[in-house]
T-cell receptor
């Protein structure tokens, strides 16, 4: 059983398009995250939800909008995609505020 | 403000060599400290952690000790294997729920 899953694994699209990435966790965790990893492997936190409430909202263009329909799901919608949005996006979850975060396998987004 | 500095790579080693990756942090408080590992093509996974001064985290032959006096959490392994080739991230938790990742160190172990 996959603990944190993401779909799709790969996403290739053109500039200006709108796309979504989905994340689901079956660990019963209350908190979920979105991270962006660039080509140099640098990881940046984007958003976090706790019990469907937004608790972390880093400096991210407002073209990015997270949505949490329930505690087990956190989706990321991106409008008007730009070349600089090309990256690997990771979803993660945790059960405690100081605990281990469990990461999904990543979604590699390529904008052409 | 709070920050983390991690030794830059890439690091290339032969099998059975000793590995150390330096990590230091600046913090107003006493963060929990984590090392995460990312194997090629995968997501990150927790390697080890320490939550208070002098704690030693260990896993898969890796160790790191929470050093409050030097604000460091260096990662070490005495004898690396090819399967240890990965990217390693130091990650203090300065605030509730929020990890701050270092830049990552790419380690390649040659047979």
């Amino acid at each position: 059983d996959t603990a944190v899953s993401q779909t799709p694994k790969y996403l290739v699209t053109q500039m200006g398009n709108d796309k979504s990435i989905k994340c689901e966790q079956n660990l019963g965790h209350d908190t979920m995250y979105w991270y962006k990893q660039d080509s140099k492997k640098f990881l940046k936190i984007m958003f976090s939800y706790n019990n469907k409430e937004l608790i972390i909202n880093e400096t991210v263009p407002n073209r990015f909008s997270p949505k949490s329909p329930d505690k087990a799901h956190l989706n990321l919608h991106i409008n008007s995609l730009e070349l600089g949005d090309s990256a690997v996006y990771f979803c993660a979850s945790t059960g405690t505020q100081f605990g281990e975060q469990y990461f999904g396998p990543g979604t590699r987004l390529t904008v052409t | 403000g709070d920050s983390v500095t991690q030794m830059e790579g890439p690091v290339t080693l032969s099998e059975e060599a000793f590995l150390t990756i330096n990590c230091t942090y600046t913090a107003t408080g006493y963060p929990s400290l984590f090392w995460y590992v990312q194997y090629p093509g995968e997501g990150l996974q927790l390697l080890l952690k320490a939550t208070k001064a002098d704690d030693k985290g260990s896993n898969k032959g890796f160790e790191a000790t929470y050093r409050k006096e030097t604000t460091s959490f260096h990662l070490e392994k005495g004898s690396v294997q090819v399967s240890d080739s990965a990217v390693y991230f130091c990650a203090p938790m300065f605030n509730d729920y929020k990890l701050s990742f270092g830049a990552g160190t790419t380690v390649t172990v040659r047979a």
